[in-house]
């Protein structure tokens, strides 16, 4: 089945700093990614949405200059938490849809960023 | 817009116990309707969908859940719980179309599976 790589699982960085998240589709292409952020104890919120050979979309109240959204490839969407808060701390999830249709919608595993 | 309402937030539960794990929804269109779940730090697996067709829909691990659209609710059943069931499972919809792949979510609700 269609598959969705995502790295790293876990970071830790300092304040100030960048991190870059990766998602990629293993087995099929993705021209959209969705972005999420889960809070501690809370659901899941739409951050984005990538589009490839396009610019991201985002949610209302989403800071498109914290995070940045590149889609450089049919499987490949990254982003990036410019300039790191501890309130950005979060666990991050991406997915994507396998094919037009197919609403069997495939998540990565997530990543756990900590800002110190 | 969509909004999905999960009722509990823990459901405590013994081993071999039934459970249900309620879900609720409004929407002006017809959406589609799943239920994840998410063991700790990890990504969200897909339980069961429903798209269309029959109301019941099954997963292979021995839940299911009903679409009764008079009442807009999707609710999680099992008939049987194990201890392995413990985790957090999500309900969310979608309206497809221009939304396609916008997934909207409820709450959460941590089912523990005592023994």
């Known amino acids: 089945g269609a598959v969705v790589s995502q790295h790293p699982s876990r970071v830790i960085c300092k304040s100030g700093t960048s991190v870059k998240i990766e998602c990629r589709s293993l087995?099929?292409?993705?021209?959209?990614m969705f972005w999420y952020r889960q809070f501690p104890k809370k659901s899941l919120m739409l951050m984005a949405t990538s589009n490839e050979g396009s610019k991201a979309t985002y949610e209302q109240g989403v800071e498109k200059d914290k995070f940045l959204i590149n889609h450089a490839s049919l499987t490949l969407s990254t982003l990036t938490v410019t300039s790191a808060h501890p309130e950005d701390s979060s666990f991050y999830i991406c997915?994507?849809?396998?094919?037009?249709?197919?609403?069997?919608?495939?998540f990565g595993s997530g990543t756990r960023l900590t800002v110190v | 817009a969509q909004s999905v309402t999960q009722l509990d937030s823990q459901v405590p539960v013994f081993e071999e116990a039934p459970v249900e794990l309620r879900c609720n929804y409004s929407s002006s269109v017809s959406v589609y309707l799943f239920w994840y779940v998410q063991y700790p730090n990890q990504g969200l697996q897909l339980l069961l969908k429903?798209?269309?067709?029959?109301?019941l829909v099954e997963s292979i691990n021995g839940f299911e859940a009903e679409f009764n659209k008079s009442q807009t609710s999707f609710h999680l059943r099992k008939p049987s719980v194990h201890i392995s069931d413990t985790a957090e499972y999500f309900c969310?919809?979608?309206?497809?179309?221009?939304?396609?792949?916008?997934?909207?979510f409820g709450q959460g609700t941590i089912l523990t599976v005592h023994p």
């Open positions: 087995d099929f292409q993705a021209t959209t």
């Open positions: 429903y798209l269309s067709g029959s109301t």
């Open positions: 997915s994507a849809p396998p094919g037009q249709g197919n609403y069997g919608y495939t």
């Open positions: 969310a919809v979608n309206a497809g179309g221009t939304s396609y792949g916008k997934l909207t």
